[in-house]
Structures are given as structure tokens and as C-alpha cells.
């Protein structure tokens, strides 16, 4: 029987992974991308002796890394090296509270204790209903598609929907933590996890208090090389499985045949497949790769509301601050107004939540000696035509006053590089549309439900992976479309 031929469209972390895993399953696979570089929003870049990771900075849940080096028969140290945090975030709030959440569990109740007043207790309390949440809903709504028959079968989804009003999807991620904590820093402190995945906590549901758990049950982690290790890890891996890495090549078109897939076509050739997996943005998969089919849209799906986007200055620091760690939250005074303005307004607030990851803590040599690498982000709404302009340099300064006024010194004259990325130039490198980082928002009870399949349901060997469709975005969700697709094929 002849080799069936796989053709994956864009080399994310999603693309890469589904690459892994076809070709364990012995199809022959290649990967295009449009950009010259693999991993997508999980790349890398370097500016006058300062390296900085341009996308995701958080790794947590590293057994989904792992499980593709086991899947392929080789042992992950040989590729991959992390390293547990004991502090996952320093938080700074405005009022002058400062938190270090530690990674062990009795460390942070006693720290928050200490800080808040709030009682050790109600931080166990919450952890054990976090804990339920992903008991409740990891193997059928992570890990399985939510879109094919065989998974509502199952003897573990059943025992899921019957405990479904344990998942607190009815309340907002806000009503649920005030319920929790009497302390607003503490409220504040657990709403920032909606922005795990670009959602709005006064309006996301509680469900996705599991997020809590990924981070503090499984812990966080640093890649020995930084977030591009693991990305570079990865194509190693696939390459040595015998993928093949097409860059600066854009697909033009998915080619159908009576809605059955039959390949594609790079600069007017074109090449056959027996499948197709888009690793693009579904909204772009549609409207551009199979333009020519406007029936066959999903036209629901890709009016959803999108997640929230995001504006990162990279910054080369002559200067080193002991208060600082990996991971650093700089709070809003005020977080209902600044998610009124993403939301409501599609606007900047004039104090935003400021998050600043510094790879140099961990890793000395992404900046020179008594230096830093700053990586200073803000969440901020989707493109959809504001001035960027000029809320980028308005947001600038009133991020530098922030910092400024936390840390005690100016820090302006202490910025010697800058690289900015904004919604608009996350769109044009990612093809994410709007510049929104997670696809679609989790701001609705049923948002998992309507997330785009893993699979076609009227094109025949059309399959989606990646942070657009489900199970969603971030790392883990991503290798876990991967897995669904493998599993769907």
C-alpha cells in the first residue's frame, strides 16, 4: 500500500506537533510556512545583544511536550531540558502589596496570608474546587473533540455531564472568586487567569477556575534554552521522523474536489494530498484558502467574537533589578475599568495590567553582563481599525510611569533597544485574524462548544489545528489539537 501523503499548513507549535505525530503513524509529511523561521507566535529574535522570546513566555504542563518524544520511541532529555520554577510570579499591586507566588502550595497560602490577611484556608478551598473543575473536565473537553460522536460514548463523558453544574459555568469567573476571597486583591490576583486565554473574567465563566490548577498542581517551568528550545526541540524531533520543512512558502489555495480535499497549490503548482491540516488561523483558512467555496464557510464560527490581542515592547535594560524574577505582574489599579476598556471600548486603559518576563534571570547570556532583556506586555483589544499610533505611544508612556513608580526609579533612560509587537504585525506574521492571540473568546458559557472542530465538517480530509479551534489557545491547548487531530485521522 503506498504511503499516504499529509500536507500541514503553517509550522506553529500546533502544525509541528501534528507533523510528529502523522509521521509516527508513517504518512508523509510536509510542513509550509510562510515565514522563514518554525514556530509561529513561538519564535525568537535578537537585537544588538539582547535576546528575547517574541511570543509565549509561560510553560507549564511539560508532559505534553514529552509525550511526543515517547510517542516517536526516543527519550526527551536528548532533545529537551526544563527546569521547575519554586516561584512561579512576583505580583505587584497598586496599593503596594507585593505577592510571590510560590509553586508550593502551603508557601503561597502562608505568603498570601502574610500579605492579605485572607486565611490559608480559602485559598485551599479554592484550589480543591480548581482541582474538581479539571477532574471534571480534562479528559472530555481537553482532550477529546467535542464534535464527534464517539466521545459523548464514552463512560468518562457520562460520568462528566452528570457532575456539569460542578463546573460553575453559570457564574462569572469574578462572581465565583468573590465568593472565594474576602480580600479584592486576592478576587483580582485569580481573575487574571482569563487572560490565559484572551477572555474577560467579569464576563468568562467560572469554569475556567482550572486554569489555576495547570499552573500551581503541575507547576511552571523553564526551558534551559527559553521558550524557543522547545520549539526548536520539536522540528528536530519531526525531522528526524523524516517531516519535511518547506519555509518562505505560502499556500495559495486549498484544492478541493466535490468537497473532498486533494491539495494544494504553492505559486500556481499543484501538489496532491491525501489530507490537509491547517495549522492557519481558521478565519483565514476560509477566507482566503478556500475562497473559491463560500458555501462550505462556517460563517457562525467565524463571526465570533475574537480574544483579546496584545501590545509587547521588548526592551534592552542597562540595568539589573534584585526585586524582579522570571515572571513579574504589575496590576491596575483599577482591573474592571481596564477590561471595560479592551471590551467595551476596544480601547488602551491609561493604567493597564502590566505583565514583564525577564529570560536573563534564568538564562544570563539573553543579555549582556548587568543587564536585562524586558519583555513588557499589555493586553489590549482586537485590530479592528483603531490609531494604533497612538495608543502605542500613549500606553509606552504610561507603562514606563508605571514600572517607574513600582520600582522606585526611572526607567527610561535605562531602555537602550526597543522592538514593539502590536495587533496589527501579530496578524501579519501569525495570520491571526485581528491580531487576537486565542481565535475566538471564552466570554460565554458554551464557548467551548462553538470553537471551530478539529476537523471538517463538510470538507472530507480537511482537519484544523492549532489555537483557533478547539481546545483552544496557549501551548498546552495547541499540542492538544494536535493530539485530537492524530487521534481523529
Known amino acids: 500500500m503506498p504511503q499516504q501523503k499529509a500536507l500541514i499548513i503553517g509550522a506553529g507549535i500546533a502544525g ?25 507566535k513561538l519564535s525568537e529574535f535578537e537585537q544588538e545583544g539582547y535576546r528575547f522570546d517574541s511570543g509565549p ?15 516517536a520511541g526516543k527519550n526527551p532529555k536528548d532533545y529537551f531540558k526544563y527546569q521547575k520554577l519554586n516561584t512561579v510570579c512576583h505580583y505587584f499591586f497598586d496599593d503596594g502589596t507585593r505577592i510571590n507566588a510560590y509553586a508550593d502550595p502551603e508557601k503561597l497560602a502562608n505568603e498570601v496570608n502574610k500579605q492579605t490577611g485572607e486565611p490559608e484556608a480559602s485559598l485551599k478551598k479554592y484550589a480543591q474546587n480548581s482541582d474538581r473543575i479539571y477532574d471534571i473536565t480534562n479528559h472530555v473537553f481537553l482532550e477529546q473533540s467535542l464534535h464527534r460522536l464517539k466521545t459523548y460514548l464514552s ?14 459555568a453559570f457564574r462569572s469567573m469574578n462572581r465565583a472568586n468573590q465568593s472565594f476571597f474576602k480580600d479584592k486583591r486576592l478576587v483580582q490576583f485569580f481573575n487574571r487567569y482569563a487572560t490565559y486565554n484572551g477572555s474577560n473574567p467579569y464576563q468568562a465563566p467560572a469554569t475556567l477556575n482550572v486554569i489555576p490548577h495547570l499552573e500551581q498542581y503541575f507547576g511552571a517551568y523553564f526551558p534551559v534554552g527559553g521558550m524557543y528550545s522547545i520549539t526548536l526541540s520539536l522540528v528536530k524531533l519531526a525531522e528526524d521522523l523524516g517531516v519535511r520543512f518547506n519555509y518562505n512558502t505560502v499556500v495559495e489555495e486549498i484544492v478541493l474536489e466535490k468537497q473532498k480535499v486533494a491539495g494544494i497549490k504553492i505559486a500556481g503548482d499543484f501538489i496532491t494530498a491525501d489530507l490537509v491540516i491547517s495549522n492557519m488561523d481558521v478565519w483565514f483558512t476560509y477566507r482566503k484558502l478556500l475562497s473559491k467555496h463560500p458555501k462550505l464557510f462556517p460563517e457562525k464560527i467565524l463571526n465570533q467574537e475574537r480574544s483579546s490581542s496584545a501590545l509587547i515592547f521588548y526592551w534592552g535594560i542597562q540595568k539589573q533589578f534584585a526585586q524582579l524574577d522570571l515572571h513579574n505582574i ?7 475599568a481596564e477590561f471595560n476598556a479592551i471590551w467595551k471600548q476596544q480601547t488602551i486603559y491609561h493604567d493597564p495590567t502590566v505583565y514583564l518576563n525577564i529570560s536573563s534571570k534564568c538564562k544570563a547570556n539573553d543579555a549582556p553582563p548587568g543587564c536585562e532583556n524586558w519583555f513588557v506586555m499589555i493586553n ?3 485590530n479592528v481599525g483603531q490609531d494604533w499610533d497612538r495608543l502605542i505611544a500613549a500606553a509606552r508612556q504610561d507603562i514606563i510611569k508605571k514600572l517607574s513608580r513600582q520600582l522606585g526609579e526611572d526607567i527610561s533612560p535605562l531602555i537602550v533597544n526597543e522592538s514593539i509587537l502590536d495587533p496589527r504585525s501579530i496578524e501579519s506574521r501569525t495570520s491571526s485574524y485581528q491580531g487576537s492571540l486565542y481565535g475566538t473568546s471564552s466570554n460565554s458559557q458554551f464557548a467551548a462548544f462553538l470553537r471551530h472542530a478539529n476537523r471538517s465538517a463538510k470538507i472530507k480530509n480537511l482537519y484544523f489545528c492549532g489555537g483557533s479551534v478547539h481546545p483552544g489557545g496557549g501551548i498546552p491547548l495547541a499540542l492538544l489539537s494536535a493530539k485530537i487531530v492524530s487521534d481523529w485521522v
Open 380 to 382: 489590549v483589544p482586537a
Open 57 to 71: 513566555s509561560l510553560f507549564t504542563m511539560p508532559q505534553y511536550v514529552d509525550e511526543l518524544f515517547k510517542l
Open 330 to 336: 504589575f496590576f491596575s489599579a483599577d482591573y474592571e
Open 155 to 168: 463512560i468518562d463523558t457520562v460520568k462528566s455531564i452528570l457532575r456539569f453544574f460542578q463546573i460553575d
Open 16 to 40: 509541528i506537533a501534528t507533523a510528529i505525530r502523522l509521521a509516527v503513524k508513517e504518512y508523509a509529511v510536509d510542513v509550509f510556512e510562510a515565514n522563514h523561521y518554525p514556530g509561529g
